[in-house]
């Protein structure tokens, strides 16, 4: 016997999916996925069926933990670095947002969203590429534990767009939203 119906939404928010990637998923269209959780349409046996195995299984990979899924390959930066040592190192390795330390200590993050925001107003007063970052970086993404569970990473990684994954207080690894996709896998 199948869930409700009703489980379908609470479960997809619970696994941090939208109904976008639900759909691509289960190959089931956005349209029938937003009516079924509206209580608009009853779906085929068949068609539920595929939305609760998925579902089901997914849930059932929660055994993953942060260190399963995160990235070893720690680019950072030195807070007093320039931004130009930034750019180019996020450049030449296509990431989106880079840890600034101070010493071994997280102090911070650089995003390409923050230097959009950022760039054009700071860099005039302070002379572009050569500022520190320092004076442009954003508050450091949240810090868990190689043990913490990743389904409980997905909503941290969505609101800010990256986790760093500490062991016995050492910052061991990253986790961004294209790493969350291993638990799909």
């Not at 071994?104 to 700071?122: P, Q, T």
């Amino acid at each position: 016997m199948l869930p409700r119906l009703e489980n379908v939404k609470q479960a997809r928010v619970r696994l941090g999916l939208t109904q976008r990637k639900l759909a691509g998923l289960t190959g089931i269209s956005t349209s029938m996925i937003n009516q079924i959780e509206s209580g608009r349409c009853k779906p085929s046996y068949e068609t539920a069926r595929k939305i609760f195995e998925l579902l089901s299984s997914l849930e059932g990979q929660s055994s993953m933990k942060a260190g399963d899924i995160c990235s070893r390959r720690l680019i950072l930066v030195q807070k007093n670095d320039t931004l130009r040592i930034a750019i180019d190192r996020m450049r030449s390795n296509s990431i989106s947002q880079i840890p600034v330390f101070d010493g071994s200590r997280v102090v911070g993050i650089v995003s390409e969203d923050g230097l959009a925001k950022n760039m054009v107003e700071k860099a005039e007063k302070e002379g572009g590429r050569n500022m520190t970052i320092s004076m442009i970086m954003e508050p450091p993404p949240p810090l868990v534990d190689l043990s913490t569970p990743a389904k409980a990473l997905v909503p941290l990684v969505r609101f800010s767009k990256c986790v760093l994954v500490s062991e016995e207080g050492a910052v061991v690894g990253i986790i961004t939203l294209t790493d969350t996709l291993k638990m799909v896998e």
